[in-house]
């Protein structure tokens, strides 16, 4: 199937090199560190794309489009700050806005439609972004107002909603680290719906 081709093809990007294994151990061994030292923040993994995805969109031959800057761009806005108990997540982006708004990039460059030059504009708002550790179960939640436009002209103002589940605990030293790696799922999650959505294919299309 396409994700077969995609994850052959698409190699260009750095990350997709750096094996599974070898990215859980070194962010399972620091959050290990902090747990045990309690001072570091913790970092968000890096965010992976759903090529599957991305393939059906390239399919609907988008046009280019370019990105303005995510808002809310303050650090210290609520959006931009995820606890997990008692440890605090931090984006490597330096804000979760900044991380949604890598993601988008380096998504739409995959499908080769980035270019920060083109008429078409996408621009992103985080409203809602937490990831919340329960005590068996976890879930995190995020929505984003995506507005597009196009020489000036509004082609599209939406929300996207996505949520995702995964294994928790009342343990930190197995809760804290579940949901340090759940946020790039989220975030794919989120996307996934943004790439799905027939309105959002027409607002970019050529």
């Known amino acids: 199937m396409a994700i077969f081709r995609s994850q052959g ?26 747990l045990a030292t309690g ?12 090529y599957e995805t991305l393939d059906r969109l390239e399919a609907t031959r988008p046009g280019k489009v370019a990105l303005a800057r995510a808002e809310p761009t303050d650090a210290d806005d609520k959006v931009n700050t995820v606890r997990l108990r008692s440890a605090r997540l931090v984006s490597p982006s330096g804000s979760f806005a900044q991380y949604l708004q890598d993601a988008l990039m380096r998504d739409l460059s995959e499908i080769a439609v980035y270019d920060p030059k083109a008429p078409t504009h996408i621009a992103a708002r ?42 928790s605990s009342y343990a930190n030293i197995v809760a804290v680290p579940a949901g340090q790696a759940a946020y790039p799922r989220l975030v794919r999650a989120l996307l996934r719906e943004v790439y799905a959505d027939a309105q959002f294919v027409a607002a970019i299309g050529r």
């Open 9 to 34: 093809l698409r190699g260009s990007t750095g990350l997709r090199h750096w094996p599974g294994s070898r990215a859980l151990f070194a962010f399972g061994a620091l959050t290990a560190a902090v």
């Open 39 to 50: 001072c570091a923040p913790l970092l968000a993994p890096p965010y992976a794309a759903d």
């Open 126 to 167: 985080v409203r809602v972004n937490d990831i919340d550790l329960g005590v068996i179960n976890g879930t995190g939640r995020m929505e984003v107002e995506l507005t597009v436009t196009r020489d000036g002209t509004q082609r599209l103002r939406k929300t996207y909603r996505a949520q995702t589940a995964f294994d």
